[in-house]
């Protein structure tokens, strides 16, 4: 059975339209070099070299994101011989993080250069300090290839820029940079990086870059990531756990690590990308092979699920619930966080919520679920259990409480949403909270982590609906996750009545 082979083209693919493309040449000129692309390295080429009708590049920036060893250093190999050798730009500046990085691609280029006679023969000086490498021809063109953390390149008025490594590039690096471009009569800059993660490096640049390639409606750029689109915390799962979801990729599956890595079977075997399954922290493969990034949200993107006069408007300090509540519980993605939140009713008929407990952590919700059950009796206890806190779940329906004076037992039982209802939850919640006619059938205790949930949170589709994305926000959202289940089972179970309804101002 052969080998099974990387997805030629990208899963994201944003290519404004050109007249034509110069790409084909670029990769023609590499092969007289010895250096034979593969297609999906001449996509890249014939995707981000389209030319406008007077010549000039039809992207003026140029974003890669795909996983390692897959051949990235290549394609800015035959980028930088077209700059040299064919398009006759005067100065190109290709940078990196590291300094190895930077001296191995410009080892490559010159092993390239001096392979090819024609090459060779238009080379007039080689600059060999280290960090700070470069060619320059007969004819003046010239290459400059430096580590970023060396501070070298600023203020050079590049036709050509390439920021590889760019999983670690600093806004500040770009801005030095690109302003020196305007001076260039046909300039273009490159980014190209393996997934980036912003809790280990400066990342905002390319996030920004993809962020626009996304959103698709940018002419001036091309955009092409090779990545898989991972399960969530809200995909559908049968009665034991197993994903029954079919709209995301699943991480163990080698159709996946193809979607993601288009060398698979040519540079890389699925025989060591199993080896790296099983080696490799999930959140490192999930990043490194296969291209699932830990993405900053834009400032500018604050506020684009509620909007915040919206939010704002249904703040209320003194907000109190009358009888009896639902709470729910929820668990930040990485587990450093958990939230526990309420919804009942109101004296005045509104829907009152809620955020009872916010802690590091999850130790500590099992005791503080039984506090919150003795003293308040609520009519569900809601927890997604395909979610992070599903694994509370089995903690949660060991409590056991104890009248001392009836030694009556009380225990927890768990309200498990399906998908079809978190997607549901989310909905409803919006309709409470900013209703498209009419007055907000809610009111919200003000918290700061809500506050700030709200401001940061992000959705994603879920079937023909939408739930909140707890994995692309820069913020923890799971008090709004848990608020948003509150609601919902309050909605779902709160019909029962309390003999005598007590309001309460404060949960203790």
Avoid at 46 to 53: K, Q, Y
Avoid at 282 to 287: M, N, V
Wanted: glycine share 8%.
């Amino acid at each position: 059975m052969p080998e099974l082979i990387g997805e030629q083209t990208p899963r994201i693919r944003w290519v404004p339209e050109s007249y034509r493309s110069s790409g084909a040449d670029a990769a023609e000129l590499a092969e007289t070099a010895g250096l034979v692309l593969d297609p999906w390295q001449r996509l890249v080429l014939d995707d981000a070299l389209g030319e406008r009708r007077d010549g000039r590049w039809t992207s003026f920036e140029t974003g890669l994101v795909v996983a390692r060893q897959n051949g990235k250093g290549a394609i800015f190999e035959a980028r930088v011989l077209a700059g040299l050798f064919l398009f006759d730009e005067r100065l190109i500046m290709y940078s990196c993080h590291e300094f190895k990085s930077a001296q191995e691609f410009f080892r490559r280029i010159r092993l390239l250069i001096d392979g090819k006679d024609e090459f060779r023969r238009r080379v007039r000086k080689i600059v060999t300090a280290h960090g700070d490498e470069g060619i320059e021809l007969t004819t003046g063109q010239r290459l400059r290839v430096i580590a970023r953390s060396t501070g070298s390149g600023r203020g050079f008025s590049g036709d050509l820029n390439i920021w590889d490594e760019a999983f670690n590039l600093p806004s500040t690096a770009v801005d030095a940079q690109m302003p020196t471009m305007s001076a260039r009569p046909n300039p273009q800059a490159w980014y190209g990086s393996s997934a980036a993660d912003k809790a280990i490096a400066p990342c905002e640049q390319l996030a920004a870059v993809r962020r626009r390639g996304i959103a698709g409606d940018d002419p001036a750029l091309t955009y092409l990531e090779w990545s898989i689109d991972p399960h969530t915390e809200q995909c559908a799962r049968d009665a034991e756990g197993t994903i029954t979801c079919t709209d995301h990729d699943d991480r163990d599956d080698p159709a996946s690590w193809a979607k993601a890595n288009p060398s698979l079977g040519i540079r890389i075997s699925v025989e060591h990308v199993q080896r790296e399954y099983t080696s490799m922290s999930p959140t490192g493969f999930d990043r490194e092979r296969l291209s699932v990034g830990n993405w900053p949200t834009d400032k500018a993107s604050q506020w684009t699920v509620i909007p915040e006069e919206r939010w704002r408007a249904v703040a209320d300090e003194q907000s109190e619930a009358v009888g009896r509540v639902a709470f729910a519980i929820h668990v930040s993605p990485d587990r450093s966080w958990a939230a526990i939140a309420t919804a009942g009713r109101r004296a005045d008929g509104l829907l009152h919520l809620e955020v009872v407990d916010y802690r590091p952590g999850t130790r500590w919700v099992p005791d503080r679920a039984a506090q919150l059950q003795k003293r308040w009796d609520p009519v569900a206890w809601v927890v997604d259990a395909g979610g992070p806190a599903g694994s509370l779940i089995a903690d949660l329906e060991a409590v056991r409480i104890e009248d001392p004076q009836t030694r009556e037992v009380t225990t927890l039982e768990i309200t498990k949403p399906t998908a079809r209802e978190v997607a549901h939850a989310f909905g409803q919640l919006l309709d409470a909270v900013m209703p498209e006619e009419g007055d907000p059938g809610a009111r919200v205790r003000p918290h700061p982590a809500l506050d700030a949930a709200v401001a940061g949170a992000a959705t994603r589709k879920l079937g023909t609906a939408h739930a909140w994305d707890a994995l692309t926000t820069a913020v923890d959202i799971s008090s709004l996750v848990a608020v948003t289940s509150a609601a919902w089972g309050f909605a779902t179970k709160g019909h029962v009545e309390d003999e005598a309804p007590e309001p309460w101002v404060q949960f203790g």
